[in-house]
């Protein structure tokens, strides 16, 4: 597995950048352990010196990101009624499937366009919606929102931290991860606080 971090910052000055920032987030979107955030995030403190331009950052993890989600849903779609047979009942990966269902059943716009914040929760929301055949059209929209947003609050995270912090550039990346991680963590507190303000829209229906 190449290092994506160094192999980034060696291209910071290179049109190259933006096919790694497309592989990157490509990858991300189904594969664990691909570091694509360090990597946006580099990218985007460079936009703060001029080595980059950052809407060509933006726009790269976009489209990399929006393509990488479409590999678990067509996976999905493709395994159908063999991936729940993988599934028992009463599993931990089976309650997931499950509340995934039922949760895009009500309101898969949030699901898709939130769970892209949270590494484990993107895999199970894509591949989810192509087992239960979640209609293309919606799904690529919101996925659409979703990889835009995500890429455009990455990459500005390291953008802004670079403008602050142009003389201490390893500053300037802990800022960027840090304002990424409190993100996150806003989007699961408020997961949180919906699921205990509304506990009857959470309990499975016979």
Do not use: C, H
């Amino acid at each position: 597995m190449p290092d994506w971090i160094n192999l980034a910052e060696s291209l910071l000055a290179s049109p190259m950048l933006y096919a790694v920032l497309i592989a990157v987030s490509l990858l991300d979107s189904f594969l664990p352990l691909i570091p694509s955030e360090p990597v946006v995030i580099i990218a985007g403190v460079a936009g703060a010196t001029g080595q980059t331009n950052i809407m060509l950052v933006i726009a790269a993890t976009t489209v990399g990101a929006f393509l990488g989600d479409l590999v678990p849903y067509s996976i999905g779609r493709l395994m159908g009624e063999r991936a729940l047979k993988r599934l028992p009942a009463g599993t931990k990966r089976r309650k997931a499937y499950d509340w995934f269902e039922r949760e895009l059943e009500l309101r898969g716009g949030f699901v898709l366009v939130s769970t892209r914040f949270i590494p484990v929760g993107r895999y199970l929301a894509t591949g989810t919606a192509g087992v239960v055949r979640y209609p293309l059209r919606r799904f690529m929209l919101y996925v659409a929102i979703s990889t835009a947003t995500w890429s455009a609050y990455t990459a500005l995270s390291g953008y802004l931290g670079g403008v602050f912090f142009q003389e201490n550039t390893l500053l300037s990346i802990a800022v960027g991860v840090g304002f990424a991680l409190a993100v996150t963590g806003a989007v699961e507190l408020s997961r949180y606080v919906r699921r205990r303000n509304n506990p009857a829209k959470y309990v499975r229906r016979p």
